[in-house]
C-alpha cells in the first residue's frame, strides 16, 4: 500500500493507494505551522481511522506547489510511516513529455493530472483541476504536455468577493435554482457557479479551437469542487475526483517505489 500526498496552496489531499484503487480520501488545510510530529500524528490518525495500519504501508509519493509545507510533512513521513518517500517534479522520470516553453516551470499536480488523463480516460484530454486555482491541463494521446491555463479558483473568487464587498456575506456554495437570484445568497451562488461554470465551457471551447489535430478532446473535471461545478457545464463529460491521486501512484511506479 501506497501513501499519496498532494500538497497545495491551500489544501493538501492524502490518499492511500491498493493497486488500482483509492482507499483513503483526505483533506486537510496546507500550513506551514505543524511540525513534523504533528503532521505523522495526524496522518498516523487518519491511517488508523480508515481501517487500514500504518505498518502496510510500504511508500510514499509526494506532489507538491507550496514548498514551505514540504518539508515537515515528508520528513514526518520519513521519520514515522516509511523510508521510501519520493517526489514528483517536472524532473522525474515519468512517460510523460513536457512539451512546453518552460518545462521545469509545470507543477507536479498538473503532472500527476496528465499521467491519470492518459491512464484513465486514454485519448487527448483537457484536465479542468478545481482547487485553489482552477487549471486548464491539456494532454495529447501521444503523451504530450502540452500547456494549458490558470485562472482564480472558485474558492478564491469566492472569498474575496466577500472580503471586499461589505454588505455581502459568506454563504455555502451551492447553485440555486434560478439565475436571477432573489435573494442576496441567490446573487453569490449563482454568479460564483455558473459564472465559473461558464468560464470553464469558454475556456474549453478557445482551447480547441487551438488544439492540434483534429481530434476533439474530452474534459475531465477534478479536484474537491468537480461534482458541485460540472453538472453546470456543457463540455465537462468526466468527473473524476481523484484524478490526482492515481497520477501520484502512476509516478510512484515510473519512480520504483514500492506498492
Same mark, same amino acid.
Given at each position: 500500500?501506497?501513501?499519496?500526498?498532494?500538497i497545495?496552496?491551500?489544501?493538501?489531499t492524502?490518499?492511500?493507494?491498493?493497486g488500482?484503487q483509492?482507499?483513503?480520501?483526505?483533506?486537510?488545510?496546507t500550513?506551514?505551522h505543524?511540525?513534523?510530529?504533528?503532521?505523522?500524528?495526524?496522518?498516523e490518525?487518519?491511517?488508523?481511522?480508515?481501517?487500514?495500519?500504518?505498518?502496510?504501508?510500504?511508500a510514499a509519493?509526494?506532489?507538491s506547489?507550496? @514548498?514551505g509545507?514540504t518539508? +515537515?510533512?515528508?520528513? !514526518?513521513?520519513?521519520?514515522?510511516?516509511t523510508d521510501?518517500? =519520493?517526489v514528483? &517534479? *517536472?524532473?522525474s522520470p515519468?512517460?510523460l513529455?513536457?512539451d512546453?516553453?518552460?518545462?521545469?516551470?509545470?507543477?507536479?499536480?498538473?503532472?500527476?493530472?496528465a499521467?491519470a488523463a492518459?491512464?484513465?480516460?486514454?485519448?487527448?484530454?483537457?484536465v479542468?483541476d478545481?482547487?485553489?486555482?482552477?487549471t486548464?491541463?491539456?494532454?495529447?494521446?501521444?503523451?504530450?504536455?502540452?500547456?494549458?491555463?490558470?485562472?482564480?479558483g472558485?474558492r478564491t473568487?469566492a472569498?474575496?468577493?466577500?472580503?471586499?464587498?461589505?454588505?455581502?456575506?459568506?454563504?455555502e456554495?451551492?447553485? @440555486?435554482?434560478?439565475?436571477? +437570484?432573489?435573494?442576496? !445568497?441567490?446573487?453569490v451562488?449563482g454568479?460564483?457557479l455558473? =459564472?465559473?461554470? &461558464? *468560464?470553464?465551457?469558454?475556456?474549453?471551447?478557445?482551447?480547441?479551437?487551438?488544439?492540434?489535430?483534429?481530434?476533439?478532446p474530452r474534459?475531465?473535471?477534478?479536484?474537491?469542487?468537480?461534482?458541485l461545478?460540472a453538472p453546470l457545464?456543457s463540455?465537462?463529460?468526466?468527473?473524476?475526483?481523484?484524478?490526482?491521486?492515481h497520477g501520484?501512484d502512476?509516478?510512484?511506479?515510473a519512480?520504483?517505489l514500492?506498492?
Amino acid at each position: 500500500m501506497r501513501l499519496l500526498i498532494d500538497i497545495g496552496n491551500s489544501e493538501m489531499t492524502l490518499g492511500l493507494a491498493a493497486g488500482e484503487q483509492i482507499l483513503g480520501h483526505w483533506r486537510l488545510t496546507t500550513t506551514l505551522h505543524r511540525t513534523p510530529d504533528e503532521w505523522a500524528l495526524l496522518i498516523e490518525s487518519l491511517v488508523d481511522r480508515s481501517g487500514e495500519g500504518v505498518d502496510q504501508i510500504r511508500a510514499a509519493c509526494v506532489a507538491s506547489v507550496a @514548498p514551505g509545507a514540504t518539508h +515537515g510533512v515528508i520528513a !514526518a513521513v520519513t521519520a514515522r510511516i516509511t523510508d521510501r518517500v =519520493g517526489v514528483l &517534479d *517536472a524532473r522525474s522520470p515519468v512517460p510523460l513529455v513536457l512539451d512546453v516553453d518552460e518545462p521545469l516551470a509545470v507543477g507536479a499536480d498538473r503532472i500527476a493530472n496528465a499521467l491519470a488523463a492518459l491512464a484513465r480516460h486514454p485519448g487527448d484530454a483537457i484536465v479542468v483541476d478545481l482547487g485553489t486555482a482552477t487549471t486548464f491541463d491539456c494532454v495529447t494521446a501521444d503523451r504530450r504536455f502540452i500547456g494549458g491555463s490558470i485562472m482564480p479558483g472558485l474558492r478564491t473568487s469566492a472569498d474575496q468577493l466577500v472580503a471586499k464587498a461589505a454588505q455581502l456575506t459568506a454563504t455555502e456554495l451551492e447553485p @440555486p435554482a434560478r439565475v436571477i +437570484g432573489r435573494t442576496t !445568497a441567490e446573487h453569490v451562488q449563482g454568479g460564483i457557479l455558473y =459564472g465559473t461554470a &461558464d *468560464a470553464i465551457d469558454g475556456m474549453v471551447r478557445r482551447i480547441r479551437a487551438e488544439w492540434p489535430g483534429t481530434s476533439e478532446p474530452r474534459v475531465i473535471a477534478t479536484g474537491g469542487l468537480a461534482s458541485l461545478i460540472a453538472p453546470l457545464t456543457s463540455t465537462v463529460t468526466v468527473v473524476d475526483p481523484d484524478l490526482t491521486l492515481h497520477g501520484l501512484d502512476l509516478a510512484a511506479d515510473a519512480l520504483g517505489l514500492p506498492a
